[in-house]
């Protein structure tokens, strides 16, 4: 026993001796590092805010469903506007406010200190995008909710914040972005290989900020027609100008940085989601074979087939199922694209704004550039809108129903986008799913179609004196109460 107490003394001398750190060294926490470099909070926010916009998840981002893209067929909760049994809008909340504007923020304020690896005119790059990805997700927020937390959010000392008016917010936003354009430096880098959307093109960056200009100003066109005006029309000159020109998040062929789409369809296996019946009739209708093929499968007796929204079926395989090459797990997402582009300016001339070109000219560029993105060419588009039903001269409906339709079209797989799309325009006109006997309005409302998300539960909950202030100053915290800038 001497003999093994010595050795064990003997050992514990030689540790102690051996070792030159101090115990309370045994603290520091080597492989989580206590600063982190702005570029990769910039690379997290960016990947954090893509995936978002490009998932399928049920639990996050159902706006296919509610564009009537797709529709479930066994689990028909989302599609029936059950937004709070997987507590929806907690998650697209919260990911935009934690999981992509305050890295964004943080990103930011690191980027002002690392003097010693970037010069001046490097930091005001990052600090401009940076603005630049803020923007694009508060408008994202106001667009889905309305009032949210702007001049009180993302303080750690304040879990009650006050809700801002959408307007208001929308003005503070613009002023943010036309700063965030003026303060980019095409001379200068930005992120390197951090920016994993436009590879350090900072003239691709001027793109991203034009491009959403013109997005934000035509979102206002119906309740601020003069400010919507100045918008649209200093940003057109510089938007996206060809196919070559989309904003896209480009993924990689194996996990974890996959297309999002192959993430929830493929690799998790979930054979729940098939074209829906007013989106697949429409393109039949308009003898659409080209797009039709790219955006679905046929189904098991080689039909293109889609689904009414909200009700049971017993084989997903009897209807169209989203095609693999959108199922892909290289197929990226789109942020912003020519297609888009050509829509929005048609719809501004219509209202009369001052830019360059042609109503029909701008509408038959987008169906170009929509078949051209989609796998048709130039000879399937012009062949598609020489038909009665589409040409711009003779199609029926007005500027809105016209260019709605085209919309839906083309903003296929951006769900978000084309909801909101529909949302300004009225067009198409998306049918009430069969909303079974879980019907989620409340009884002093008809049924209608989803036009906002109510407001996070946990807000509810811990900021209960702020949520009810702002439901009130929207109309009421339902799914069917019209925004801000929705106004007919």
């Not at 196919?243 to 993430?263: F, G, Q, R, S």
């Not at 060419?377 to 711009?392: G, K, L, M, T």
Request: contains cysteine; hydrophobic residues 40%.
């Amino acid at each position: 026993m001497k003999r093994i107490f010595n050795i064990l003394t003997m050992s514990g001398i030689m540790l102690l001796t051996s070792c030159s750190k101090e115990i309370t060294d045994y603290n520091n926490i080597t492989t989580n590092p206590l600063k982190v470099s702005s570029g990769s909070l910039f690379a997290n926010a960016t990947l954090n805010l893509s995936d978002e916009m490009a998932s399928t998840s049920v639990s996050d981002n159902n706006f296919r469903l509610w564009t009537q893209y797709w529709t479930e067929t066994t689990y028909r909760d989302e599609t029936r506007y059950n937004i709070n049994g997987r507590s929806i809008s907690d998650r697209w909340w919260s990911t935009f406010y934690k999981d992509v504007i305050k890295d964004l923020l943080e990103a930011s304020k690191v980027a002002e200190t690392e003097t010693l690896t970037l010069t001046p005119a490097q930091i005001q790059n990052r600090v401009a995008i940076n603005e630049m990805m803020i923007v694009y997700s508060y408008y994202t927020l106001l667009s889905t909710y309305g009032n949210i937390p702007y001049t009180e959010a993302l303080n750690i000392e304040n879990i009650q914040p006050k809700y801002d008016d959408a307007a208001v917010i929308f003005d503070s936003i613009s002023i943010k972005l036309d700063n965030a354009l003026a303060n980019l430096d095409e001379t200068e880098t930005g992120y390197g290989s951090s920016d994993l959307l436009l590879h350090d093109d900072i003239s691709g960056w001027k793109k991203f900020g034009y491009s959403l200009k013109m997005r934000m100003g035509m979102l206002i066109a119906d309740v601020n027609p003069t400010k919507s005006t100045t918008m649209v029309v200093d940003a057109a000159p510089y938007v996206i100008s060809s196919n070559d020109e989309n904003i896209m998040m480009k993924y990689l062929a194996a996990p974890p940085n996959t297309n999002p789409v192959w993430v929830e369809l493929v690799q998790s296996q979930r054979h729940d989601f098939v074209g829906a019946a007013p989106f697949i009739d429409s393109l039949l209708a308009y003898n659409d074979s080209i797009r039709l093929a790219f955006f679905f499968e046929k189904n098991a007796d080689t039909l293109y087939l889609g689904q009414a929204q909200g009700v049971k079926v017993p084989n997903y395989k009897d209807y169209s199922v989203p095609s693999n090459k959108v199922a892909d797990p290289l197929m990226p997402h789109t942020f912003f694209s020519y297609a888009e582009m050509e829509l929005l300016k048609a719809e501004a001339i219509e209202r009369g704004y001052p830019i360059t070109g042609t109503a029909q000219g701008h509408y038959n560029a987008a169906i170009d550039a929509s078949f051209q993105e989609w796998g048709g060419s130039s000879a399937d588009a012009q062949a598609y809108r020489s038909q009665p039903s589409v040409n711009y001269l003779t199609a029926p409906g007005n500027y809105k129903q016209k260019i709605g339709l085209q919309s839906w079209f083309a903003l296929y797989n951006r769900g978000f986008d084309a909801w909101t799309q529909y949302r300004r325009l009225d067009f198409p006109v998306l049918q009430v799913p069969d909303l079974g006997s879980t019907n989620p309005f409340n009884p002093d409302e008809a049924d209608g179609i989803l036009v906002r998300m109510t407001y996070p539960v946990i807000e509810q909950n811990v900021n209960a004196v702020n949520y009810s202030a702002a439901s009130a100053a929207i109309g009421k915290d339902q799914i069917t109460q019209k925004l801000w800038f929705d106004a007919y």
